[in-house]
C-alpha cells in the first residue's frame, strides 16, 4: 500500500493523538490517588485503625484546631498554645469565610492518633499566603517540615511564594502537625489546597506521577504550539494556525506558572514572584484573544462581521489593567475574565452547532462542538475548584489539551484539503500535459505530412482554379468586345462553358471552407435522432442534376424508414460527398447506387459506382489522414480534395467507420458503417484528449458514445435524446462534473438516466469533500479517478449499462 496515501495529514493528526494520551493512561496504572479525606474531629485525625503501610494519600481536609492572631516560633511558645482555648476552622478556606480579620494571622493545630510509629509523608502544593508547616513529638521536638514566602505578623512583611512543600517524618501517637499562615492577598487567605498525608512510598509515586502529568502537558502544548508555528510560516495565507500556535503556548505559559513548572528556575524573590503573578494573568488574555482570533478565521459563523472588534475590546482593556495597576486590583478580574471565557466559548457552541448544519463544514464543524463542550464543562469544572478548593487540576489541562487537540485536527482537515487540492491539480496537470503531448506529437506528424503535400496540394489546386479562371475572362473579353465577335449561338456556348466552371470553382471553396471548419472544431456534432430515408430522399434529387448531363442511373435501395444517431447535418455532409464523388468519376451511361442495409448493430450505407476506380495504392490510402487526393472527374469536375478526409473526420466524431474497395476501370464501393446499438454513451469533457482515449477504451462494448464538450450544450441534448449513461469530467471551465449532473437530475425525467463522474482526485479542491459520496447523494452512480486503469472503467461502464 503507497505510504503517502497511508500517512495523510489526518491520519498523522490522529496518530499523534493517540501517541499523547496513550503515555498518561498507560503510566496511571499502579499509581496511588488521592482518596478521600479521613474524617477529623476537634482537630484530632484518628489513623488508629488504618494500616499505616499501605496508606494512600488523602486530603487533610476538616476542621483544625485554629488560633487566630498567634505567630509562635520556638517549641516553648507552640507548648504555650495548650494553655489557650482553640476555635475551629476549615481547611481549605477562604480567610474570610473563616470570619478572621482581612489582614491577619493564624496558626493551625492537628494531633495524629496512631497504632504504632510509622512513616509518613506531608504534601503542601501552595498556599494563597505565606506559610510555615512544622511538626512535633517527644523524640525529635519541633520541626521546620517546609515553607513559602515570609511569615510574618505584618501585612507589608508579609509575603507569600506559591512554593511547594513535601518532608516526611515519623508519626507517633503523639505527633502534632502546625500550619501557620499570615495574609498575603489581602482579601482572602489560608490554605489554597488542603495538606496531603499519605505513607512515603505511596506519596512519592503520587508526587511522581502528578509531575509526569505537569511535563506531559508542558510537552503537548509545546509540540502543538512550535509544530503549527512551523505550520504556519511553510504557508502564511492561512493563519489559523499561528492564532492555534499562540493559544498553545499561552497555555503553555499558564502551566508552567500556574502548575509551577518553573519553580526550581529562580531563587525566590518578591520581584519574580510578583512577575510570575502578573505573567499567568495575561496568558490567560492571551488564551481568550487568540481562541478569539482562531475562531473568527476558521468559523464563519461565529459572530456577524461587525461584532467581531467589539469582543476583542474587553480583553485589550483588561491586558491594559494587567499592565499597569497594582496586584491588589488586577486580580480582581479573575472572575470576569473566567466569566468572559465561558460567553466565548458559548459563542463557539452556537457557531459550531451551524456549521455541524453546513454540509461543507459538518466535519469541522463536529469537531469544534465536541472541543468546546470538553473545554467549556473544564471551565466551569476550574472555576468551582478555584472556588471550592478542590485538589483535582488534571480536568483541567487534560480538557484543554482534548480541546486543542480538536482544533488541531480541524487545522489538519484544512491542510489536508490544501494538499489534496494540490495533489489534484498536479494529477490533473500532468494528465493534461501528458494528452497535450500525445495531441502535439500527433499535430506534429500531421504537420511534418501536410507540410510535404503542402506544395502540391497549392500547385494542383491553383492549377485548377487558374484553368476556368483564365476561361472566363476570356470569355467577359469577348463579350465585352465592340463589335462581338461571337454569334449568338457561339456566345451563349461559351457563357454555359463559363457558368459550369464558376460552379465547380465555387464548388471546390466551399468544400474547402467545410473541411477548414471542422479541422477547426468550429462544427461539433448535434447528435440527435434521425432518418436516413429522409436525408437521402432530398440528396438524390440534387445528385440527379448533376447526373443528367451524363446520362447515369442513381438507384435507391433503402428501407422507408431508417432511423439512426447522431448529427443529421454532418451526415448529410457525408453522404452529399461521396454521392457527387461517384458522378463526379462515373463515365456517361453510368450507375451510382445508394443502399442501406442493418448488419452487426451497425448501419451499413453503401454508395457504389461503376466509374473509372482507383489504382490499388489509392485505395489503401486515400482515407488515411494527410493524404492528397486531387483528382478531375470524367468531365473535367474539379474538387479541393478534401472531401473524403471531411468523411473521415465525420465518421471519427460519430464512433463509426468507413471503409473503401476499388479497381480500376470498374468502379469504386464507398461504406460507412454507423453503430446502431440500443445502449447510448455520452462522454462530456472539455479535452479532447481525454474524450479520444475513453472511446479508445470503450470502443469494444456494444454502445453508441457521442462526445460533448461544453456542458450546457450536452444538458440540451440530452434532453432530445436520452443516453443511457453520462461519463462526466468533474473539472471543466464552465462548471464542475456536479454542478452537471445537479443541473440534470434536478429535472425529473432524467432521474433515470446513469452517470459516471471521473476526476484527478478523490476529493473536491473547493469543498474537500469526498467526490463519490457527492455523486451517489445527488442520484449519480458511480465515480472514478483518472488513474485508474482502463479495466476498471470498463467493467464499471458494463455493470452501468447491465451488458
Known sequence: MDVERILTSKSISYLFVFSLLFPLAHC??????????????????????????TLDPFPLAGDWQAFPGELPETEAEFKALDQKTPVLLAIPGYWVNQNLPAHGFVTYRLKLQVKEPMNLMLYLREASSAYRMYYYNPERGLVLLGSAGKVSKSKEDSIGYYLETGRSFRATNETILYLQISNYLYSRGGPYYS???????????????????????????????????????????????????????????????????????????????MLQIRLEYLAFCGIQIFSLLFFFHVQPHFVPKKFKRILIVPILLEVLIILTTPYAIYTKLLVFSQVYMIVILL??????????????????????????????????????VFFKRWDLPLITDLGFAIFCMCLAIVISKQNAHTWETAEYLTLNLRKEVEWKTLELKKEKDKAEKTGELKDKFISIVSHDIRSPLFGISSVVNLLTESPPSLSPE??????????????????????????????????????????????TDQLIERVQEMAKPKNITVITNMDDSSIGIGDPNLI????????????????????????????????????????IGMPKY??????????????????????????????????ERHGAKLFVQSEEEKGTSFEFLLPNYEKIVLILDDNPGYRKQIRKVLKDLPCIIWEEEYPDHALYSVSRLKPDLIIVDFSMPDKTGIDFLRDLYAISEMEEIRSLLVSSSHTDPNTGTKLEAEVIALGGDAFLTKTSPDTKMVEIVKRLLDL
Open 618 to 651: 489509392w485505395t489503401e490510402h486515400v482515407l488515411e489522414e494527410g493524404f492528397l487526393f486531387v483528382r478531375k472527374g470524367t468531365a473535367d469536375e474539379m474538387g479541393a480534395g478534401v472531401g473524403l478526409a471531411f468523411c473521415r473526420e465525420v465518421a
Open 572 to 611: 448529410e455532409h457525408l453522404i452529399w460527398n461521396l454521392l457527387t464523388n461517384a458522378v463526379k468519376f462515373t463515365k456517361e451511361s453510368g450507375s451510382v447506387e445508394i443502399s442501406l442495409t442493418e448488419s452487426n448493430k451497425h448501419w451499413s450505407l453503401k454508395v457504389t459506382d461503376t466509374g
Open 28 to 53: 496511571n496504572r499502579g499509581i496511588p490517588s488521592l482518596t478521600p479525606a479521613k474524617s477529623i474531629q476537634n482537630g484530632v485525625l484518628d489513623l488508629s485503625k488504618e494500616d499505616l503501610k
Open 490 to 535: 457561339r456566345a451563349k456556348q461559351v457563357l454555359g462553358e463559363a457558368s459550369t466552371g464558376l460552379k465547380n470553382i465555387l464548388s471546390m471553396v466551399e468544400e474547402l471552407i467545410k473541411y477548414s471548419r471542422f479541422q477547426n472544431a468550429a462544427v461539433f456534432p448535434d447528435y440527435q435522432l434521425f432518418d436516413f430515408r429522409q436525408i
Open 347 to 384: 459563542l463557539a457552541l452556537v457557531a459550531s452547532v451551524r456549521s455541524t448544519l453546513v454540509r461543507e463544514s459538518r466535519y469541522i464543524g463536529a469537531f469544534i462542538l465536541f472541543g468546546t463542550l470538553v473545554i467549556l464543562s473544564a471551565t466551569i469544572y476550574d472555576s468551582l
Open 195 to 273: 495538606p496531603i498525608l499519605g505513607e512515603v512510598g505511596k506519596m512519592i509515586l503520587y508526587l511522581r506521577f502528578k509531575e509526569r502529568k505537569k511535563s506531559f502537558f508542558f510537552g503537548v502544548f509545546l509540540v502543538l504550539a512550535i509544530t503549527h508555528l512551523f505550520l504556519y510560516i511553510h504557508r502564511r495565507k492561512d493563519k489559523s494556525p499561528l492564532w492555534f500556535s499562540l493559544l498553545c503556548f499561552s497555555w503553555l505559559v499558564r502551566i508552567l506558572l500556574f502548575e509551577r513548572v518553573s519553580r526550581d528556575w529562580f531563587v525566590g524573590s518578591d520581584f519574580l514572584e
